[in-house]
């Protein structure tokens, strides 16, 4: 028996959702939604199963991000993107793990509902802009048009240097030593000193509702939370493919993406909202 295409192609769906959203709660309501349409067609008289469930896929997911763009608007504090626990199959498809990044996603955020769509599909998917255009409803030129836009816009906010995952991995581990130990001065060393730490508790959790810039204040803020708590420890894990850490303080826990450049740490990702944390005990399944 063939199995049914949107069983083939649910990870790659499922990552389509996921960047176009930063949410995985989102992304599989935005699956059960494109499901039950696909449900209702004659999968015999779909010429390319996996073209047409992307632009089914991407349709909803932008119903739902013209909803969120509003409802995001009125978030308490920070908003952050949902992190996902991966596998290092993840991490090891450098262009997937970049373009599912907390950092990644954190950018992807400043565009526009079909600007976003558009850069996901042609930067990440590689589709043709004919293929595009379908699922956004513009013409081909339009959507040219506005990858190239959405390129220049991420390209001037994206980290400008990549560095190697086992770079990344050696800084982050000695982060969370530190951290775990409350040592001021290691954490001043592993720190860019224009490194901005984000906070997102949702209104749920104690959080900053701005952002920490700078070494000193973003070291002196770990180091007041390390004293002000009984246990605090630290696991090294991947987020979104790329090296980071789930750390709890009195056992309630957040999960925390880096992004790191020239053996530094310039921005820091705190997520703490409770709703957010979801998908940190088993790792999701992407594709593209």
Same mark, same amino acid.
């Given at each position: 028996?063939?199995?049914?295409?949107?069983?083939?192609?649910?990870?790659?769906?499922?990552?389509?959702?996921? =960047?176009? @959203? $930063?949410?995985?709660?989102? !992304?599989?309501? %935005? #699956?059960? *939604?494109?499901?039950?349409?696909?449900? +209702?067609?004659?999968?015999?008289?779909?010429?390319?199963?996996?073209?047409?469930?992307?632009?089914?896929?991407?349709?909803?997911?932008?119903?739902?991000?013209?909803?969120?763009?509003?409802?995001?608007?009125?978030?308490?504090?920070?908003?952050?993107?949902?992190?996902?626990?991966?596998?290092?199959?993840?991490?090891?498809?450098?262009?997937l793990a970049e373009s599912v990044s907390?950092?990644?996603?954190?950018?992807? =955020?400043? @565009? $526009?509902?079909?600007?976003? !769509?558009?850069? %996901? #599909?042609? *930067?990440?998917?590689?589709?043709?802009? +004919?293929?595009?255009?379908?699922?956004?409803?513009?013409?081909?030129?339009?959507?040219?048009?506005?990858?190239?836009?959405?390129?220049?816009?991420?390209?001037?906010?994206?980290?400008?240097?990549?560095?190697?995952?086992?770079?990344?991995?050696?800084?982050?581990?000695?982060?969370?030593?530190?951290?775990?130990?409350?040592?001021?001065?290691?954490?001043?060393?592993?720190?860019?000193?224009?490194?901005?730490?984000?906070?997102?508790? $949702?209104?749920?959790?104690? !959080?900053?509702?701005?952002?920490?810039?700078?070494?000193?204040?973003?070291?002196?803020?770990?180091?007041?939370?390390?004293?002000?708590?009984?246990?605090?420890?630290?696991?090294?894990?991947?987020?979104?493919?790329?090296?980071?850490?789930?750390?709890?303080?009195?056992?309630?826990?957040?999960?925390?993406?880096?992004?790191?450049?020239?053996?530094?740490?310039?921005?820091?990702?705190?997520?703490?909202?409770?709703?957010?944390?979801?998908?940190?005990?088993?790792?999701?399944?992407?594709?593209?």
């Open positions: 028996m063939t199995e049914d295409p949107f069983v083939t192609h649910r990870s790659l769906l499922f990552t389509v959702a996921y =960047e176009m @959203l $930063g949410s995985a709660a989102d !992304a599989e309501d %935005v #699956l059960q *939604e494109s499901w039950l349409r696909w449900a +209702g067609v004659d999968a015999s008289q779909v010429r390319d199963p996996r073209a047409y469930l992307v632009r089914t896929v991407t349709r909803q997911a932008l119903n739902r991000l013209r909803t969120l763009s509003r409802s995001r608007e009125d978030y308490v504090g920070e908003w952050l993107p949902e992190p996902l626990l991966t596998s290092p199959d993840v991490a090891e498809d450098v262009e907390i950092a990644m996603l954190t950018v992807l =955020e400043t @565009l $526009g509902p079909t600007e976003r !769509a558009v850069f %996901v #599909l042609r *930067e990440v998917f590689d589709l043709s802009y +004919g293929e595009i255009a379908e699922a956004v409803g513009k013409t081909a030129a339009a959507v040219r048009q506005i990858a190239r836009r959405a390129r220049e816009h991420v390209a001037a906010r994206r980290p400008r240097v990549r560095v190697s995952r086992a770079e990344q991995q050696a800084v982050v581990d000695r982060f969370l030593a530190a951290l775990r130990t409350g040592h001021l001065r290691e954490l001043l060393e592993i720190m860019s000193p224009d490194v901005v730490m984000i906070t997102d508790g $949702g209104g749920v959790v104690p !959080a900053a509702l701005t952002p920490f810039h700078g070494a000193d204040a973003v070291a002196r803020v770990l180091a007041r939370a390390h004293r002000a708590v009984d246990t605090l420890a630290t696991t090294a894990v991947c987020l979104n493919g790329t090296p980071a850490g789930r750390i709890e303080f009195d056992g309630e826990p957040s999960a925390v993406g880096f992004t790191v450049e020239a053996g530094r740490i310039t921005r820091i990702y705190v997520v703490r909202n409770p709703h957010k944390l979801a998908y940190l005990d088993e790792p999701a399944e992407l594709a593209r």
